[in-house]
Nanobody
């Protein structure tokens, strides 16, 4: 019924780029606020980027200026473009969806690993 599947992670050198994808099944972007989060070993999960149902976006200071979140409604897919990658970006990246009116109704993907070497 509902599923979020991330892909696009991998191993890159510092300064490189990746485009992460989140294929959303059973989640209309019109009523779900979407987001990307990441979690490094020993760290709490943290916000990377948000996109509200209105299309407004918000980015963590750590990625602002080198990150872009977008959606392809026809493909029901959300993307996260990461540029100028740093070793500190190494983490598992998760896709998240929260119902705009009832945020307790929310879903997480399984994550995709991003590893940035120095």
């Amino acid at each position: 019924q509902v599923q979020l599947v991330e892909s696009g992670g991998g191993f890159v050198q510092a300064g490189g780029s990746l485009r992460l994808s989140c294929a959303a099944s059973g989640i209309p972007f019109s009523i779900y606020n979407m987001g990307w989060y990441r979690q490094a070993p020993g760290k709490q999960r943290e916000l990377v980027a948000l996109m509200s149902i209105s299309g407004r976006t918000n980015y963590a200071d750590s990625v602002k200026g080198r990150s872009t979140v977008s959606t392809d409604n026809a493909l029901n897919t959300m993307y996260l473009q990461l540029d100028s990658l740093k070793p500190e970006d190494t983490a598992v990246y998760y896709c998240h969806a929260a119902h705009y009116a009832v945020p307790k109704i929310n879903y997480w993907g399984q994550g995709t690993q991003v590893t940035v070497s120095s």
